[in-house]
């Protein structure tokens, strides 16, 4: 009778440790991804996707053909909404950001007509609508890098016909206009991923014939670049999204391998880590958001395109 209610207990402790186990995390390493409501519009990659307030919103990209669909996630709700068509031609490779309380989406890659844009598009989330606003002075491109500081927004960077390019321009929405600013400083390119942190503005890794990882570090004030720590490896086409003074690279494409790694910038202390992996399939041309203080990954694609949507705990 002993030796059986030993081995009951036993067995009961081991389940108990097994469970403490699995539900322990190492604090400052292992994110969570939980998986969230399955993006409702066709899957695609190379689309955008930015945040205004409380909501996310994404749209663009292709599939095969080129969309201009557009939609809001509601992260309280964990639902979707269709919103309306993105005011320019259907596309993919845009920029999309935001500043205040209006999205923006500019440049990309149409196949129709000039193919290459340079054109900037106004969404105004409460009245659902789109307006037309200055053009990027400069050439058309798709590719292009964005980052945003304060009330202005910088575009630059980029692949126009079959020149890489390495300009930068000031876009500031109260007043419509563009002034350039002084040339990222390193190898013209692609692709690269832009962010903003403390202040400043940073750019780096991307494409140009290679895959780069070097990053840099723009100063509004001065109006001047300094070059910062490179990441580990050199990766083109992440999702991204900004964290309580961290930027995380999730995603993309190094080589010939897709990626499911995260990497974690710091402007603080300019070192980057290696964080606990995508929990979804390794993918090139998602994109990226971040919600009141999580990151979102949505779409991409992995030899077929996603519609999958995940959610980044920080710890």
């Known amino acids: 009778m002993y030796k059986h209610t030993k081995n009951i207990f036993q067995v009961f402790l081991l389940i108990v440790v097994v469970a403490i186990s699995s539900c322990t995390k190492e604090p400052g390493i292992t994110p969570n991804w939980p998986i969230k409501a ?30 201009k669909d557009f939609w809001e996630y509601d992260p309280a709700l964990n639902s979707w909404s269709q919103k309306s068509d993105f005011g320019g031609t259907p596309r993919e490779r845009a920029v999309g950001f935001s500043v205040g309380t209006k999205g923006y989406i500019g440049t990309g890659f149409d196949g129709m007509g000039r193919y290459q844009r340079n ?14 606003k200055a053009s990027l002075p400069d050439s058309v ?8 500081i304060g009330n202005n927004a910088y575009v630059g960077l980029g692949w126009s016909g079959y020149v890489y390019l390495n300009d930068l321009w000031e876009f500031t929405p109260a007043t419509n206009t563009w002034i350039q600013k002084a040339n990222f400083p390193a190898s013209n390119r692609q692709s690269a991923s832009g962010f903003s942190l403390n202040g400043m503005g940073f750019v780096g890794l991307g494409y140009n014939g290679q895959y780069l990882s070097d990053l840099y570090e723009y100063d509004p004030t001065a109006d001047s670049w300094t070059q910062k720590s490179s990441c580990p490896i050199p990766i083109a086409y992440t999702a991204s999204f900004s964290l309580a003074g961290n930027e995380y690279l999730c995603t993309g494409r ?18 980057w880590t290696k964080k606990v992996g995508f929990t979804g399939s390794a993918r090139n041309g998602a994109s990226g958001f971040s919600v009141n203080g999580n990151g979102y990954v949505v779409a991409g694609y992995d030899g077929q395109y996603r519609t999958d949507m995940f959610e980044y705990f920080p710890q």
């Open 119 to 132: 054109d900037l598009w106004e969404y105004d989330p409460t009245l659902n609508n789109w307006i037309q």
């Open 254 to 271: 190094s080589g010939n391998n897709y990626l499911s790694s995260v990497y974690q910038y710091s402007a603080t202390t300019n070192l």
């Open 38 to 67: 399955t993006f409702p519009g066709n899957g695609r990659d190379y689309a955008v996707a930015f945040s205004i307030g409380s909501k996310g919103y994404f749209g663009t990209g292709e599939n095969g053909s080129y969309m």
């Open 141 to 148: 491109r798709n590719d292009a890098s964005v980052f945003v």
